[in-house]
């Protein structure tokens, strides 16, 4: 798979930690919706350093998306967010990955599930769906610490009125007049979200490793059939 | 030829280069991957298979496979998500251990594993024996966690790590190729992490 060179044509901030790169890339060949990208740093000496990154943008978008959060011990997403800047030109490949992506074929209900910026690759996904014109009944339960930390928080209202349906639960701290959930994802959300196992929903989860680890296990236990589930993890174990 | 990245410096790290192949980085950490929820299969449910291509289809209980004679193995292993991990320790069994007891059919040149959870991944014969696998059920002296793969995994550590199957069952031996859960999924059919062989093409 080749390398490609895209440049950056704007830096679109999402939260004080996450912000998305819009890249003009002549030679992009598309992608379905779920997929990433290898991005690759070359310093002046040649030493390189690659890492992956979910792509953000729809495969109808313009122009290609990824959303990077940083990372303070990060090697590669400290560079994407405090250096690299409009113009500035970047090293990718892809599209890759071809299990852990949606198309209007796969059908649902589609349960997305989502842990901080495990949401990039769903923003691909809800925007394909409502570019795609088509009106299968998806939620996204998405974690976030707090209002603050959400990304898309704008776009996820407006997409709401797409019919998808959003519940965000806050973790760590949240308004006053919150009447979301307020605590990590657990049994007693998902059966109150997941559709019952009986209407088989097609379940996306992404997000740090235990993030997903819990909810996967959790879904399980409910009785959700594991072949409906599909998972992408990111980040240590913390184990 | 890359171009340069404008204000990148990198953080090199204090490792043996040579033990690092392309386009890797070292973690002390070990991430887990893993394209569906973690199986759970009772160990007096379990056993591992070697079918297909052989003389015999031969199977094992765990406590039959667990009191067969295990090696203990030190190696490096690269994951295709860029993080490698030096000198980890593993014990299981020799896959030339398993499949001399199943006696192999000479025509049988290539094999898939499968594991519980539905995954497949291909490999040559080749790949797999004279000293190469192991049937791995235990990770730095502990049992092998079940996010790591337990009770066992494939390890095959000369390739790329999504070789080494998670929650493994058994192999089936073949005499044609079959691309098993990644390789059909874009990744490259063989995946030499010293060739770089990540995806379809490389």
């Known amino acids: 798979m080749n390398w490609q060179i895209a440049k950056v044509v704007e830096v679109v901030p999402e939260t004080a930690r996450v912000h998305s790169l819009v890249l003009d890339c002549p030679t992009w060949s598309g992608h379905l919706a779920g997929q990433h990208v290898d991005v690759r740093l070359t310093a002046p000496d040649g030493y390189q350093a690659q890492r992956s990154y979910s792509i953000a943008s729809a495969p109808e978008d313009p122009k290609l998306m990824l959303t990077v959060e940083r990372l303070d011990d990060g090697e590669v997403s400290p560079y994407l967010f405090d250096v690299l800047a409009v113009g500035d030109e970047l090293e990718l490949r892809g599209p890759i990955g071809g299990y852990f992506v949606w198309t209007p074929a796969h059908g649902g209900p589609l349960l997305l599930i989502a842990g901080g910026s495990g949401v990039v690759p769903f923003r691909a996904i809800v925007r394909h769906r409502a570019a795609a014109g088509n009106n299968t009944p998806t939620r996204l339960l998405y974690s976030a610490r707090s209002i603050a930390d959400v990304i898309y928080r704008d776009e996820l209202s407006q997409l709401a009125t797409t019919g998808l349906d959003v519940r965000l639960t806050l973790t760590r701290a949240w308004p006053d007049e919150w009447t979301g959930f307020r605590r990590r994802i657990d049994m007693e959300i998902l059966r109150a979200v997941a559709w019952s196992p009986t209407e088989r929903p097609l379940v996306f989860v992404c997000g740090p490793s235990g993030f997903v680890e819990a909810a996967a296990n959790a879904l399980v236990e409910l009785g959700h059939d594991a072949a409906r589930i599909r998972t992408e993890r990111f980040g240590p174990t913390g184990s | ?202």
Not at chain 2, 35 to 52: E, K, M, N, S
Not at chain 2, 157 to 183: M, T
């Open chain 2, 1 to 202: 030829m890359s171009p340069i990245s404008r204000g990148f410096v990198g953080r090199r790290q204090n490792t043996d280069a040579s033990r690092l192949p392309p386009g890797q980085y070292v973690t002390t950490d070990f991430p887990v991957l893993s394209a569906g929820p973690t199986p759970h299969t009772a160990l007096d449910a379990w056993t591992f298979t070697i079918r297909g291509a052989v003389e015999q289809t031969k199977s094992w209980s765990w406590s039959e496979l667990t009191s067969l004679a295990a090696e203990n193995i030190k190696t490096d292993i690269h994951c295709v998500t860029k993080w490698s991990k030096f000198d980890t320790q593993w014990s299981g069994v020799s896959l030339d251990v398993l499949l001399a007891e199943a006696r192999v059919d000479p025509q049988a040149k290539f094999l898939t594993a499968w594991s519980d959870g539905g995954y497949t991944t291909n490999l040559p014969l080749e790949a797999v024996t004279g000293g190469k696998a192991w049937i791995a059920f235990s990770f730095d002296g502990k049992p092998l966690h079940p996010e790591h793969g337990g009770p066992a995994r494939l390890l095959v550590p000369r390739l790329y790590f999504w070789k080494s199957a998670k929650w493994v069952r058994g192999i089936e031996l073949l005499q044609h190729d079959e691309p098993g859960f990644w390789e059909v999924n874009g990744y490259h059919n063989y995946g030499d992490p010293w060739k770089e062989q990540r995806y379809q093409g490389d």
